[in-house]
């Protein structure tokens, strides 16, 4: 068993911070990709940073270049998202994600948090 759990959410203003973590633990072998999506109400879940096992390639969704930074420590298998300049349409629940084996050899297998709340008032 594989468990996500993140933390960091909240209110803020406009403009201002958030610092969001995930930490992954369970029957872990390694983890490829990790990322983060968000979903605002009415609205489909939507990628908004990804980054690779190394560390050395991310993506970003054009709507958070040059606001938002993810990285990882793969020793605690953490990954973080730094929100700044935050805006209104950044509301919405976000979702870690992690690309997980469970043996050497094994598959990739798609894990996901329970979420956490964002919310961005103007």
């Known amino acids: 068993q594989v468990q996500l759990v993140e933390s960091g959410g909240g209110l803020v203003q406009a403009g201002g911070s958030l610092r969001l973590s995930c930490a992954a633990s369970g029957s872990i072998f390694s983890i490829n990709d990790m990322g983060w999506y968000r979903q605002a109400p009415g609205n489909g879940r939507e990628l908004v940073a990804t980054i690779t096992s190394g560390g050395s390639i991310t993506n970003y969704a054009d709507s958070v270049k040059g606001r938002f930074t993810i990285s990882r420590e793969n020793a605690n298998n953490m990954v973080s998202l730094q929100m700044n300049s935050l805006r209104p349409e950044d509301t919405g629940v976000y979702y870690c994600?992690?690309?997980?084996?469970?043996?050497?050899?094994?598959?990739?297998?798609?894990?996901w948090g329970q979420g956490t709340q964002v919310t961005v008032s103007s």
């Open positions: 994600n992690a690309k997980v084996t469970y043996w050497s050899g094994s598959s990739l297998y798609n894990h």
